[in-house]
């Protein structure tokens, strides 16, 4: 009887020393992982940004690929999300939606695990010469449970190595995608104002800032709507002359004065592309747009064009400038 007393007492006595313990031990736990992709940061982030490709590199969707899948919110971006439903246990059940998304900086998850309560995610991105650095980052609460904070000791451990076969498959799906991504779409018409000048190629730049400039007052004193992102159609280029016409697209067409014209964007099909930075990095998203012509026989039929979605003035960064080319196709 007296052994089992001692039994009990050594039991019960390092329960409470594991409870004191427990309080010592840490609430928050954050697991971090890093890795180098060899790939431009536009193609690394755009991976993560919309949730739709995770299927390609996620450790857990590879674990169940039978797992039931509902999208909801935004196409990309922040409010975009997912929630997932899955018997193994591995997975279980549970909804991630992006928070918060910086163009080509950062991208910052919230996850409810159902039962198993909550947990943020975030990932930042640095590019370099070599390729974008990404690091993928968790944190979560374990509470007051002292089992809980017991089992946060070896949340590095369980998270840390999913979260490097991750790293490891989305550096494999990033470096076997192209720099540029090509669509065919069918475009609407679009009407605009425009502006046509002809001038030396390298004041290109110059020329058309002063364009602009002249279709925003003139949008401003007649009170047009601009309804789109300002475009610019290229008539003929070579490296001593360009003729262009830079446009603001609108709904319909005022009374006009002076040189500014009311055009249109033919409605039809078009390939599109996406140039992420510079202005002088052009050439590429064009070369890559020749290459697809070649490669599926086909001709261009009129002229290319470039939507500007970012505007230099409000964002000071160029690796942030983002342009979609057109070119018609037949």
Known sequence: MKTFIKIILVLVILVVLLFIISLF???????????????????????????????????????DTAMEITYFGNKHGEGSGYEWRSSNPQ??????????????????????FMEQGTASAYYLFDETDSGTNVIWGFETDMGSNPIARYMGLMMDKMIGNDYEKGLSQLSEVCMS???YEIKEVDLEEINYLGLKTKCPTGMIGEKMGQLFGELMSFTQQTGTEVKKAPICVYYSYNDKETEFEVGLPVDSIPELSGNIKGQKIKAGKYIKTTHYGPYDG?????????????????????????KYVTDPQMEPDPRKWITKIYFPVQ
């Open 91 to 112: 997975v279980g059940n549970g909804k991630l939606t992006i928070t918060a998304s910086v163009l080509f900086d950062s991208i910052a998850t919230e996850m409810d």
């Open 25 to 63: 031990l840490p609430r928050k736990i954050r697991v971090e992982r890093a890795m180098l992709i060899k790939a431009p940061v536009h193609v690394v982030f755009n991976q993560i940004n919309d949730v739709r490709n995770w299927e390609n590199w996620s450790p857990w969707h590879q674990i």
């Open 177 to 179: 995608l192209p720099e």
């Open 282 to 306: 052009l050439p590429k998203a064009y070369a890559a747009l020749q290459e697809w012509l070649s490669v599926n026989n086909k001709s261009m039929a009129g002229y290319p064009w470039e």
